[in-house]
Protein backbone atom coordinates (compact mmCIF):
# COMPACT_ATOMS: atom_id res chain seq x y z
CA UNK A 1 0.00 0.00 0.00
CA UNK A 2 1.05 3.27 -0.73
CA UNK A 3 2.10 5.42 2.55
CA UNK A 4 0.63 8.98 2.29
CA UNK A 5 2.31 11.50 5.04
CA UNK A 6 0.82 15.13 5.25
CA UNK A 7 2.84 17.46 6.60
CA UNK A 8 2.27 19.49 9.16
CA UNK A 9 -0.65 18.31 10.89
CA UNK A 10 -1.16 21.56 12.25
CA UNK A 11 -0.31 25.15 11.26
CA UNK A 12 -1.71 28.03 13.14
CA UNK A 13 -1.74 31.35 10.95
CA UNK A 14 -3.16 34.89 10.16
CA UNK A 15 -5.32 35.48 7.58
CA UNK A 16 -3.34 37.04 4.36
CA UNK A 17 -0.20 34.35 5.37
CA UNK A 18 1.06 32.00 2.35
CA UNK A 19 0.83 28.50 3.47
CA UNK A 20 2.38 25.59 2.30
CA UNK A 21 1.25 21.90 3.20
CA UNK A 22 3.52 18.88 1.72
CA UNK A 23 2.22 15.76 0.62
CA UNK A 24 4.67 12.93 0.43
CA UNK A 25 3.95 9.29 -0.69
CA UNK A 26 5.70 6.39 0.04
CA UNK A 27 6.78 5.37 -3.48
CA UNK A 28 6.04 7.44 -6.97
CA UNK A 29 2.55 8.30 -7.54
CA UNK A 30 3.40 10.54 -10.61
CA UNK A 31 0.88 13.41 -10.40
CA UNK A 32 -2.04 10.94 -9.43
CA UNK A 33 -2.66 13.30 -5.82
CA UNK A 34 -5.54 14.92 -5.01
CA UNK A 35 -6.19 17.49 -2.64
CA UNK A 36 -9.76 18.02 -0.70
CA UNK A 37 -10.71 20.81 2.05
CA UNK A 38 -13.49 19.63 4.65
CA UNK A 39 -14.87 22.38 7.13
CA UNK A 40 -16.28 20.89 10.57
CA UNK A 41 -19.04 18.98 10.11
CA UNK A 42 -19.23 19.09 6.18
CA UNK A 43 -17.98 16.98 3.62
CA UNK A 44 -14.85 16.93 1.93
CA UNK A 45 -14.27 19.18 -1.02
CA UNK A 46 -12.15 18.43 -4.04
CA UNK A 47 -10.29 21.11 -4.68
CA UNK A 48 -7.11 19.94 -6.55
CA UNK A 49 -6.96 16.73 -8.78
CA UNK A 50 -4.13 15.47 -10.64
CA UNK A 51 -1.60 17.25 -8.35
CA UNK A 52 -1.96 20.49 -10.00
CA UNK A 53 -5.52 20.88 -11.56
CA UNK A 54 -8.07 23.56 -9.68
CA UNK A 55 -11.34 22.06 -9.86
CA UNK A 56 -14.39 24.53 -11.48
CA UNK A 57 -15.07 27.20 -8.83
CA UNK A 58 -12.13 26.92 -6.38
CA UNK A 59 -10.44 29.92 -5.94
CA UNK A 60 -6.85 30.66 -7.94
CA UNK A 61 -5.13 31.19 -4.54
CA UNK A 62 -5.26 27.80 -4.25
CA UNK A 63 -2.43 25.82 -6.15
CA UNK A 64 -1.02 22.06 -6.11
CA UNK A 65 2.26 21.38 -7.43
CA UNK A 66 4.82 18.82 -7.54
CA UNK A 67 4.95 14.87 -8.96
CA UNK A 68 6.62 11.28 -8.27
CA UNK A 69 6.94 11.49 -3.96
CA UNK A 70 6.47 15.18 -3.31
CA UNK A 71 3.79 17.01 -3.46
CA UNK A 72 2.56 20.49 -2.37
CA UNK A 73 -0.85 22.57 -1.48
CA UNK A 74 -0.34 26.19 -2.03
CA UNK A 75 -2.69 28.92 -0.67
CA UNK A 76 -1.24 32.14 -1.50
CA UNK A 77 -3.01 34.55 0.76
CA UNK A 78 -5.21 32.83 3.13
CA UNK A 79 -8.69 33.99 3.64
CA UNK A 80 -11.30 33.66 6.70
CA UNK A 81 -13.26 30.85 4.91
CA UNK A 82 -9.86 28.50 4.15
CA UNK A 83 -9.58 27.61 7.77
CA UNK A 84 -10.31 23.61 7.93
CA UNK A 85 -8.63 20.88 7.26
CA UNK A 86 -6.94 20.12 4.24
CA UNK A 87 -6.39 15.83 2.70
CA UNK A 88 -3.98 14.78 0.09
CA UNK A 89 -5.45 11.31 -1.95
CA UNK A 90 -3.47 9.62 -4.18
CA UNK A 91 -4.90 7.62 -7.01
CA UNK A 92 -2.19 5.70 -8.20
CA UNK A 93 -3.40 2.42 -6.69
CA UNK A 94 -5.91 0.86 -4.99
CA UNK A 95 -6.00 0.93 -1.85
CA UNK A 96 -6.47 4.99 -2.36
CA UNK A 97 -4.92 6.52 0.48
CA UNK A 98 -5.18 9.81 1.91
CA UNK A 99 -2.96 11.83 4.14
CA UNK A 100 -4.07 12.25 8.06
CA UNK A 101 -4.97 15.99 7.68
CA UNK A 102 -3.65 19.34 7.83
CA UNK A 103 -5.57 21.38 10.20
CA UNK A 104 -5.63 25.60 9.44
CA UNK A 105 -6.10 27.42 12.95
CA UNK A 106 -6.00 31.02 13.00
CA UNK A 107 -3.11 32.31 15.36
CA UNK B 1 -28.56 19.69 -9.45
CA UNK B 2 -25.98 16.97 -9.23
CA UNK B 3 -26.49 15.13 -5.53
CA UNK B 4 -25.78 12.53 -3.55
CA UNK B 5 -27.91 11.33 -0.57
CA UNK B 6 -26.70 8.49 2.31
CA UNK B 7 -28.92 7.22 4.51
CA UNK B 8 -29.14 3.68 6.39
CA UNK B 9 -27.43 4.85 9.42
CA UNK B 10 -27.69 4.02 12.76
CA UNK B 11 -27.00 1.96 16.24
CA UNK B 12 -26.16 -1.51 15.93
CA UNK B 13 -24.21 -3.70 18.52
CA UNK B 14 -20.75 -5.58 17.75
CA UNK B 15 -21.18 -8.39 15.46
CA UNK B 16 -24.77 -6.87 13.68
CA UNK B 17 -25.22 -6.02 10.06
CA UNK B 18 -26.54 -2.88 8.33
CA UNK B 19 -26.88 -1.47 4.43
CA UNK B 20 -26.20 1.81 3.80
CA UNK B 21 -27.85 3.39 0.23
CA UNK B 22 -26.74 6.21 -1.33
CA UNK B 23 -29.23 8.00 -4.03
CA UNK B 24 -28.38 9.78 -6.69
CA UNK B 25 -29.50 13.08 -8.53
CA UNK B 26 -28.75 15.08 -11.45
CA UNK B 27 -26.60 12.18 -13.05
CA UNK B 28 -26.30 8.29 -13.87
CA UNK B 29 -24.61 6.47 -11.26
CA UNK B 30 -23.57 3.80 -13.11
CA UNK B 31 -21.53 5.56 -15.68
CA UNK B 32 -19.50 6.53 -12.84
CA UNK B 33 -16.82 5.42 -10.35
CA UNK B 34 -18.34 5.58 -6.90
CA UNK B 35 -16.61 5.43 -3.66
CA UNK B 36 -17.25 5.01 0.29
CA UNK B 37 -15.27 6.48 2.11
CA UNK B 38 -15.31 7.02 6.03
CA UNK B 39 -14.46 9.43 9.00
CA UNK B 40 -14.08 7.80 12.73
CA UNK B 41 -14.86 10.52 15.07
CA UNK B 42 -11.98 13.25 15.36
CA UNK B 43 -9.81 11.33 12.70
CA UNK B 44 -9.16 11.51 9.04
CA UNK B 45 -10.59 9.88 6.06
CA UNK B 46 -10.60 6.56 5.12
CA UNK B 47 -10.79 5.02 1.88
CA UNK B 48 -13.16 1.98 1.77
CA UNK B 49 -14.63 0.48 -1.24
CA UNK B 50 -15.30 1.27 -5.15
CA UNK B 51 -17.33 0.10 -8.15
CA UNK B 52 -16.56 1.34 -11.76
CA UNK B 53 -18.93 1.18 -14.52
CA UNK B 54 -18.34 -2.06 -16.11
CA UNK B 55 -18.83 -3.57 -12.21
CA UNK B 56 -14.68 -3.87 -10.75
CA UNK B 57 -14.80 -3.70 -7.77
CA UNK B 58 -12.00 -3.12 -5.09
CA UNK B 59 -11.78 -3.10 -1.21
CA UNK B 60 -9.55 -1.73 1.08
CA UNK B 61 -7.99 -4.61 3.59
CA UNK B 62 -9.90 -3.18 6.92
CA UNK B 63 -13.33 -4.38 5.13
CA UNK B 64 -12.87 -6.71 2.65
CA UNK B 65 -14.91 -10.05 2.98
CA UNK B 66 -17.24 -8.17 5.88
CA UNK B 67 -18.53 -5.22 3.64
CA UNK B 68 -19.76 -5.39 -0.09
CA UNK B 69 -20.17 -2.62 -2.70
CA UNK B 70 -23.41 -3.01 -5.10
CA UNK B 71 -25.41 -0.74 -7.33
CA UNK B 72 -28.89 -1.07 -8.58
CA UNK B 73 -29.27 0.85 -11.92
CA UNK B 74 -32.74 1.38 -11.79
CA UNK B 75 -32.67 3.08 -8.30
CA UNK B 76 -29.78 5.06 -9.26
CA UNK B 77 -28.53 3.92 -6.36
CA UNK B 78 -25.19 2.67 -4.23
CA UNK B 79 -25.08 0.31 -1.53
CA UNK B 80 -22.50 -0.94 1.34
CA UNK B 81 -23.38 -3.71 2.85
CA UNK B 82 -21.50 -3.87 6.12
CA UNK B 83 -21.63 -7.45 8.49
CA UNK B 84 -19.67 -8.47 11.50
CA UNK B 85 -19.50 -4.83 12.41
CA UNK B 86 -16.86 -3.76 14.86
CA UNK B 87 -16.71 -0.72 17.71
CA UNK B 88 -14.28 0.51 15.39
CA UNK B 89 -16.29 0.84 12.75
CA UNK B 90 -18.14 3.53 13.93
CA UNK B 91 -17.79 6.58 12.07
CA UNK B 92 -19.49 9.07 9.58
CA UNK B 93 -19.44 6.81 6.18
CA UNK B 94 -19.96 8.95 2.46
CA UNK B 95 -20.21 8.08 -0.75
CA UNK B 96 -18.41 9.95 -3.37
CA UNK B 97 -18.23 10.31 -7.00
CA UNK B 98 -15.25 9.68 -9.29
CA UNK B 99 -15.70 11.24 -12.71
CA UNK B 100 -14.21 8.12 -14.53
CA UNK B 101 -11.09 9.94 -16.12
CA UNK B 102 -8.78 7.06 -14.70
CA UNK B 103 -6.41 8.03 -11.91
CA UNK B 104 -6.07 11.73 -12.82
CA UNK B 105 -9.45 12.60 -11.30
CA UNK B 106 -10.90 12.88 -7.81
CA UNK B 107 -13.80 12.34 -5.80
CA UNK B 108 -16.08 15.54 -7.36
CA UNK B 109 -19.08 14.57 -5.69
CA UNK B 110 -19.96 13.86 -2.29
CA UNK B 111 -22.90 13.26 -0.05
CA UNK B 112 -23.43 14.78 3.24
CA UNK B 113 -22.78 11.33 5.25
CA UNK B 114 -24.66 9.09 7.54
CA UNK B 115 -23.67 7.65 11.11
CA UNK B 116 -22.97 4.51 11.78
CA UNK B 117 -22.24 3.85 15.70
CA UNK B 118 -21.15 0.60 16.71
CA UNK B 119 -21.54 -0.07 20.37
CA UNK B 120 -23.11 -2.77 22.92
Known amino acids: DIQMTQSPSSLSVSVGDRVTITCRAS??????LNWYQQRPGKAPKLLISDASSLQSGVPSRFRGSGSGTDLTLTISSLQPEDFATYYC?????????FGQGTKLEIK | EVQLVESGGGLVQPGGSLRLSCVAS????????MNWVRQAPGKGLEWLSY???????QNADSVRGRFTISRDIAKNSLYLQMNSLRVEDTAVYYC??????????????WGQGTTVTVSS
Open chain 1, 89 to 97: QQTHSFPYT
Open chain 2, 96 to 109: AREPGLGPRDGMDV
Open chain 1, 27 to 32: QSISSY
Open chain 2, 26 to 33: GFTLSSYE
Open chain 2, 51 to 57: INSGGAI
